[in-house]
């Protein structure tokens, strides 16, 4: 680049450094006059794809069960107007040193706080009361099903069930599944269920 510039500046015909002029691309940072007026054409990040990648990572994660306490709306109203002064409900939180304050004391107050994921959607005390408003369950939708009422002709088995022929004895211990092993691999569930290596050669059964 640097010698291109060179021979553009140094060469006798114009060509060249209307060609260079062209071909350089335009910053997209905006220039000290912009600035002074306050204008910024630096695009900010995007975190559509983080967010959904998050949100795509299942319902299994470390966090605390919480219910709202019944006067979770006075309280947290107590604590916008002795923070920033008002109770209204869509006063945004820009100052960053007033954001955290909000928000420590809202977790210290109901000891739940708000994840490192869903950071970026707290933008006014509205979010923060419709965070602190909702109820938080750490079980999974499928585990949900055995507080609900289902059908009578329903069956929902909730533990794994693994062949062993020292406890599936109602055929002799004989698979429907021969040379089909049930090995139990994870270091969770080798003292919860028992493992059984079936025989690769006739006859299958021991």
């Known amino acids: 680049m640097a010698t291109l510039a060179r021979h553009g500046f140094f ?14 691309t335009a910053s997209n940072y905006a220039t000290k006059a912009e ?29 605390k069960e919480y219910t709202p306490p019944e006067d979770v709306k006075s309280k947290l109203e107590a604590i916008f107007h002795s923070v920033l002064g008002t ?9 960053l040193s007033l954001r955290f304050q909000v928000l420590n004391t809202c977790y210290k107050e109901f000891q739940h706080g708000i ?3 869903l950071l970026h959607t707290i933008e006014t005390t509205s979010d923060v009361h419709n965070f602190y408003t909702t109820p938080l369950s750490t079980i999974t939708p499928y585990e949900n ?8 002709n ?9 062949f062993h022929p ?13 040379r089909s092993s049930t090995i139990v691999s994870g270091l969770k569930y080798k003292e919860k269920y028992k493992g059984h290596q ?3 050669s006739w006859p299958f059964t021991t």
């Open 154 to 162: 329903l069956h929902v088995q909730y533990e794994y069930h693994r």
């Open 115 to 117: 994840p490192n994921s």
């Open 35 to 63: 600035k002074r007026k306050g204008i910024d054409r630096k695009v900010g990040p995007k975190i559509v794809s983080s967010a959904e990648s998050l949100a795509a990572k299942g319902f299994l994660r470390p966090q």
């Open 11 to 24: 060469s006798k015909s114009k060509t060249p450094l209307r060609l260079l002029q062209a071909n350089v």
């Open 145 to 152: 099903i055995k507080n609900m009422d289902v059908p009578p």
């Open 87 to 95: 109770k209204e409900g869509q006063t945004r939180l820009d100052n």
């Open 166 to 178: 020292e406890t599936d004895t109602k055929f002799g211990g004989i698979t429907a599944f021969p």
């Open 198 to 200: 079936q025989r690769e």
